[in-house]
């Protein structure tokens, strides 16, 4: 640890702790310390340039400030206790460290593992762009998700950003296009406000998958992870509740998918399964409250619906009564899709054990918790794969 003389605060520290790892050959430097640019005073503009001038004198990277670094699951880096081990395939870049410590200990609730997780801060040397031409190009990395609150450079960010997105799915979620989140990113870390019409026009130039706030990220990233390369718009409804069911088509409408037309042959095969009463074979599937209490429904239908070519993915909204029967419901649900090979978004219905979203997510099927979540996630995947052709 470098020695100082008189009354030092960490932030004051800062720049002469950079210049002596740069004299002891340091590569890379994170700087948790904040105080710097984002403070709006003059004397941390100044420091936070004092020490990215003595990093790149020296060859040296930083990380930061005010950031909490990196999380590299297979290396056992960890910027926070308490984080998943499992290295998986998502590369994260996050401008907020507190943001990328929760989305580290939501992950395995949703089936999510990381590749590597960076915390940014300020970026005032390592940049969001840098860290995109390093995923698309990882071969541990097969979704990038970012959170971010300005762009440095924007040229740089574009080229790079096409680049990733013709690679990978790159989903991310940019706040600061608003006065009011303008003026919190840059108390934050210091970034600068944008144009939400620019940036808009900036993801569809480069296919990248947009999304405001914390439930379209984790969805949307949940989606990509989870589900293999998809583009059939497609979808058939399995229901329980008739309400759900409604409001499930309804949301894919909205989202410009369609609903399957079920062939005269799935439809006889359903009637073998499915009561007579109170139930519908149309698309959506109803099967009414009876499927709560016999799993066998729900499993028979899911299996017929997938088996019909027409379909292209499906959406179970339902649940057991108890434990024996919800356990049912889960395993009839990832032995559908497993069989299949198609798609499944399952939604959740009040009542729900709390492991049922887990359990589904780790066996490979995404959970979520209304259909409309479902049907706008799935719908950024459909778009994207399409559009890359």
């Not at 290396?75 to 460290?97: A, D, E, T, V």
């Not at 929760?102 to 762009?129: P, T, Y």
């Not at 709390?354 to 479902?374: N, Q, Y």
Request: with cysteine; proline share 5%.
């Amino acid at each position: 640890m470098p020695e100082f003389s008189g009354n030092l605060t960490r932030r004051d520290a800062g720049p002469e702790v950079v210049r002596q790892c740069a004299e002891k050959g340091v590569k890379g430097v994170v700087l948790f310390t904040a105080g710097y640019r984002e403070s709006g005073s003059e004397n941390g503009r100044r420091m936070e340039e004092e020490m990215v001038a003595a990093a790149r004198a020296a060859g040296m990277r930083l990380f930061g400030p005010n950031c909490m670094g990196l999380y590299v699951p297979a290396s056992g880096l960890s910027f926070f206790p308490g984080l998943c081990r499992k290295p998986g395939r998502l590369g994260l870049i996050s401008h907020s460290g507190s943001l990328a410590n929760i989305i580290g200990r939501e992950a395995e609730k949703k089936g999510l593992a990381f590749s590597k997780a960076v915390s940014l801060g300020n970026e005032a040397d390592v940049q969001s762009a840098d860290l995109l031409s390093y995923f698309a190009r990882d071969p541990e990395t097969d979704v990038i998700g970012a959170y971010l609150e300005g762009i440095t450079d924007g040229r740089y960010f574009f080229d790079a950003l096409q680049t990733a997105a013709a690679e990978k799915p790159v989903v991310l979620w940019r706040v600061g296009l608003t006065a009011e989140g303008g003026r919190a990113a840059s108390s934050h870390t210091g970034a600068m406000s944008g144009s939400r019409r620019i940036w808009q026009g900036l993801m569809r130039q480069c296919n990248a998958v947009s999304v405001e706030g914390w439930d379209q990220w984790v969805d949307t990233m949940m989606a990509f992870y989870l589900l293999s390369p998809v583009s059939g718009r497609c979808l058939a409804i399995i229901s329980g509740p008739g309400g759900l069911a409604v409001s499930a088509a309804e949301a894919a409408g909205r989202q410009g998918l369609e609903l399957a037309q079920l062939s005269a042959n799935t439809k006889t095969r359903l009637a073998e399964h499915v009561p007579p009463t109170g139930t519908s074979l149309s698309n959506p599937v109803d099967v009414s409250l009876n499927a709560h209490m016999d799993m066998n429904i729900f499993a028979r239908a899911a299996e017929i619906t997938a088996a019909d070519a027409g379909v292209d993915a499906v959406c179970v909204i339902g649940s057991g009564l108890d434990e024996n029967t919800n356990n049912a419901y889960i395993e009839a649900m990832i032995r559908a899709q497993q069989s299949s090979g198609k798609p499944f978004l399952i939604v959740g219905i009040a009542g729900m054990p709390a492991d049922t979203g887990p359990r589904l997510c780790s066996a490979g099927v995404p959970f979520f918790d209304t259909p409309e979540r479902a049907m706008a996630a799935y719908a950024r995947v459909v778009g994207y794969y399409g559009r890359r052709g």
